[in-house]
Every structure is written in structure tokens, then in C-alpha cells.
């Protein structure tokens, strides 16, 4: 059994004899088939309004397992570090917000609700997760191809002015921008879109070998002239989901204004280090 699956049941656990708990789901890896040793394990908990005030998390997590680490991180999601390195992320909610787990919907596809199902007194929490069965939210559509393509043109062109600037760094975590609306456009392409909010998680076996060519083609190093080359090649890949996406999508986004791209790169071309 992995480290993981102790700490999930002894969640689980800890719930059935809580009676300041009233629900519990899990979400993540180990409700989609995919988790493994290297996992995090992530938890909504429900909580009696009388108890939500008093109620410390800290301690209750203690209870389960040794941790060296608990903090709130910057989506305001409670962060444990066990003791054994893995991760864990908790949602301590009161029970009148329960129903916020429907809107989970809009995120992705859920294909075990089931596996979602920890804990439960109030007879909501199965409704809620039922609403999240079936198709997830329709990706492959003309705003989000438009939305990608606008934005990979905001993003490259931030990145490749700063980088002319000097700011090398800077010019580095733009990249990543553009490498992320790239990829959407990628997998809109390979009809490959459930990680659309996660757009490189699992990357090595979702896409083909030439459209993971295409993405390592625009990856750096912290180097002007890797850069350069980075911001080049995500321009020649661009130009080729143009084409490739026209006949199936409205989008703003042409070859005409993809050379202009081309032209104020190559004017302002970097000197080699």
C-alpha cells in the first residue's frame, strides 16, 4: 500500500470519528487512476457551523500524521508537508458550502466520482458529487482558441521586449506564458484537451512525438540566445496551427500579422554572448 493510501484512510478515519465533521471528499490524482508515489493527497472538509470558530486545523491534522509543515499558500488552500515529504492540501469548510462542489464541474471530467466519496452525515454530498458526472466542460471551441492565440501574442510579444531590454529572467518566465497557450492550441489540435487547466501534466504520453517536438522546440535555458531561438520557434509552430485550426475554428490570429512577429524579431536580433 502506498504511503498515500495510509494517509487517505486515516482521513477517512478521522472523519467517521469526528463529531465535529459532517462531509468529506477527496479530489486530485487518486480519484482519476493515476496516482502514485509521487502524488499529493487533497481534501474538502466539511465542518458543523458550531464548530467552524473554534475549530484547529493544525491539530487535527497533527492527529493524522507527523508533518513538518503547514501553511496557507496563495489560493488560500491549507499546505502539509508530512513528515515523509508528501504533500497534502485540505479545504476546511462549514457545511452550509457544501454545494460549492457542484461548480467543480466547470473544471474538468470526473470519472470516479465514487473514489471522490470519503465521509458523510448530511445526505448532500453524494448529490453533489452525482452533478459532477459525465462530459466535463466543452474545451474546443472558438472563444478558447481565440483566447489562446490572443494571449500567446500578448505573452510572446511582453517576453521577447524585456528580453531586448536585458531582463533575461523576466524574459524566461514569459516563456512560460507563451509555452502554456501553445500547448492549449497544441491539444485543441490533437483533440487532446482534459488537461486544459494543466496543460503539462502527463505531457510524454498525451501528445504525439511531433507535437511534443513542437513544445520542447520552444523551451530555454536562462541564456539570451536560447531565448532568442525559444520565441522563434514558438512563432514557426504557430504558424503552423494556423492553418491547421482554420478550417475548424474563428479566431483573429493570421500568418500577416504572425510575420510582423517574425520581422520586429529578426530587427532586433541580440547579439550572441
Not at 486515516?10 to 486530485?28: F, H, L, S, V
Not at 487532446?192 to 522546440?217: C, F, H, I, P, Q
Request: charged share 25%.
Amino acid at each position: 500500500m502506498l504511503l498515500q493510501e495510509i494517509l487517505i484512510n486515516a482521513i477517512k478515519e478521522k472523519c467517521e470519528n469526528d463529531p465535529r465533521i459532517c462531509a468529506c471528499m477527496m479530489y486530485g490524482s487518486f480519484t482519476k487512476g493515476e496516482g502514485d508515489k509521487y502524488s499529493d493527497v487533497e481534501f474538502y472538509v466539511y465542518l458543523k457551523h458550531t464548530e467552524v470558530e473554534q475549530f484547529e486545523s493544525s491539530d487535527w491534522i497533527k492527529d493524522i500524521a507527523p508533518y513538518d509543515l503547514h501553511f496557507v499558500n496563495e489560493f488560500g488552500t491549507e499546505v502539509v508537508v508530512f513528515s515523509n515529504l508528501i504533500r497534502g492540501e485540505f479545504h476546511f469548510q462549514p457545511e452550509a458550502e457544501i454545494e460549492v462542489i457542484k461548480t467543480f464541474k466547470e473544471t474538468g471530467v470526473f470519472p470516479d466520482t465514487e473514489s471522490m466519496f470519503i465521509y458523510d452525515i448530511t445526505g448532500k454530498l453524494k448529490a453533489c458529487l452525482d452533478h459532477l458526472k459525465g462530459e466535463g466542460p466543452e474545451r474546443m471551441t472558438n472563444d478558447n482558441v481565440n483566447f489562446a492565440f490572443n494571449n500567446f501574442a500578448n505573452a510572446w510579444i511582453m517576453g521577447t521586449n524585456v528580453l531586448r531590454r536585458g531582463e533575461i529572467a523576466r524574459s524566461l518566465e514569459c516563456l512560460t506564458y507563451v509555452q502554456k497557450y501553445v500547448l492549449q492550441l497544441i491539444r485543441i489540435r490533437e483533440k487532446n484537451v482534459e488537461r486544459w487547466l494543466n496543460a503539462t501534466k502527463n505531457l510524454e504520453a498525451d501528445l504525439s512525438e511531433k507535437a511534443y517536438g513542437e513544445y520542447t522546440s520552444m523551451t530555454s535555458k536562462l541564456d539570451k540566445e536560447e531565448l532568442y531561438h525559444a520565441y522563434s520557434n514558438a512563432l514557426h509552430v504557430v504558424e503552423g496551427l494556423v492553418p491547421a485550426l482554420a478550417d475548424d475554428y474563428q479566431f483573429d490570429m493570421n500568418l500577416m500579422f504572425l510575420e510582423k512577429l517574425h520581422s520586429h524579431l529578426r530587427n532586433d536580433r541580440l547579439p550572441s554572448m
